[in-house]
């Protein structure tokens, strides 16, 4: 075991052939130094060196190790901090393999200090998670297996996923399908990124159409990256309804407006409690808002833009923000946008107040202030102009998601946002599997 992950150490790059002779041990400080050179290398990708070996060779090999050791260390033969240095370089879709390790495993991924220490480290990955059309056609080759999985199992022509991208490396990544017959998210659902009790990371899936049936659908599904699994979560309290705003605040998620099932606007709002897997109702929005948009915004649930029942389309440019602190609605903010702009691609950069859009073919970004203008950062590409998201990521980057027609693939572009220098795009690979529509999607650090 101990030699095994030295040579993980000082190889990260090099794929280990099970049952391949191993290099000779090394030195505890030895291995230290070599951890140290890696983070960097470790840190530039969304797939760490340690990741690559857990599920076919590592466990196996981990377990037996395990099973002849009284399980006091938390890498038998390893000293504590070298231990923590390999654990904290697990790739996310592989935690929920190495919390079945040992007890000790467990504790250590679940505990708060585990997310910090891969921070501090450099090892976090800024990733979108996305609601993606699953694609019918695709070119031959390997990736057709992806597209033809919806057909196979008689799903819905609209069969959609959840999917990561991790924009600074182009990395993408579908997770496991949700349970049952179609395996299909609902249409138009929401999604958003919780941290938890103990900073456990959660995506959480509200309302949306039944994809067969396209009925309004008040379903909840929780995706928890420790055990890499879904799960049902308390249905949302009616009525039911659809093109809701929703955002996480801290640790729930907040919904409001919409619309219900006779086309009525509302101005209703929910919370959702993960940890207690309850809805609490929030006092009435001051106006109906059908299709707003939803934020999180200095610790606050924005609710950007929607129109009443009467108006039909003709979007307001008004706010308004719940603080969770007051259980409270502010006053609502006039002018936030242009009277009549959709406000569907609205994001906020994670930790500030900057909001971006897009408007006539332009990304426009605004800062915090009421007073504040927006202002023109860049011309959209044309191939991502239309059915566009708009995501921010830390650093300055925005990536804008979009095809050049309505049915087209999709194309990913980003750009870092900086003064005093000019903005200018760089295209993301999108592999022909993640070419499908991107119909909602959320950040989240990992």
Not at 192 to 206: I, N
Not at 262 to 278: G, I
Not at 299 to 304: E, K, P
Request: aromatic content about 8%; overall charge negative.
């Amino acid at each position: 075991m101990y030699r095994f992950l030295c040579f993980l150490c000082s190889a990260p790059n090099t794929p280990y052939k099970y049952g391949a002779p191993l290099p000779p041990l090394a030195a505890h400080k030895s291995i230290s130094t070599q951890l140290s050179r890696t983070t960097n290398q470790a840190s530039s990708s969304s797939d760490s060196f340690l990741a690559q070996f857990i599920p076919v060779q590592c466990c196996s090999v981990m377990s037996s190790c395990f099973a002849a050791s009284a399980m006091s260390d938390l890498i038998p033969g390893l000293p504590e901090e070298v231990a923590r240095e390999c654990l904290i370089r697990v790739g996310f879709d592989q935690l929920p393999a190495v919390r079945r390790i040992s007890r000790q495993w467990k504790e250590e991924v679940e505990s708060p200090d585990y997310g910090r220490l891969r921070r501090a480290e450099g090892l976090a990955r800024p990733v979108l998670a996305m609601v993606q059309a699953q694609p019918e056609r695709v070119e031959p080759g390997p990736a057709q297996k992806h597209a033809s999985a919806s057909a196979a199992n008689g799903g819905p022509a609209n069969n959609y996923r959840m999917v990561l991208l991790d924009p600074l490396e182009g990395r993408w990544a579908p997770l496991p399908v949700l349970p049952g017959p179609t395996g299909s998210l609902p249409l138009f659902c929401q999604v958003a990124a919780v941290d938890g009790a103990q900073g456990r990371k959660r995506l959480v899936v509200v309302g949306g159409w039944d994809p067969e049936s396209w009925a309004p659908t008040d379903s909840v599904y929780v995706y928890d990256f420790l055990t890499g699994a879904w799960r049902r979560g308390a249905p949302m309290p009616g009525p039911r309804r659809s093109f809701f705003a929703t955002a996480a605040v801290g640790g729930a998620v907040y919904v409001a407006g919409g619309h219900d099932e006779e086309k009525n606007a509302l101005r209703s709002a929910l919370a959702y409690d993960l940890d207690a897997d309850a809805w609490a109702a929030l006092p009435d929005m001051a106006e109906e808002r059908d299709e707003p948009r939803g934020l999180c915004v200095g610790g606050r649930f924005l609710v950007v833009g929607g129109y009443p029942t009467q108006a039909q389309g003709r979007f307001a440019g008004s706010a308004e923000a719940f603080d969770p602190a007051t259980a409270a609605w502010a006053t609502v903010q006039e002018g936030l946008l242009e009277d009549g702009a959709c406000p569907r691609t609205c994001c906020v950069a994670p930790g500030a107040e900057r909001m971006y859009m897009l408007r006539d073919g332009n990304l426009v970004a605004r800062d915090g202030g009421a007073s504040a203008g927006w202002r023109t950062v860049a011309s959209v590409p044309e191939d991502a102009r239309t059915a566009s998201t708009v995501s921010a990521i830390p650093g300055g980057r925005v990536v804008v998601i979009g095809s050049g027609c309505h049915g087209g693939d999709q194309t990913v572009y980003m750009l870092r946002d900086e003064a005093g220098k000019a903005a200018s795009w760089a295209r993301a690979p999108a592999p022909p599997e993640f070419s499908g529509h991107v119909q909602a999607a959320c950040f989240l650090e990992i």
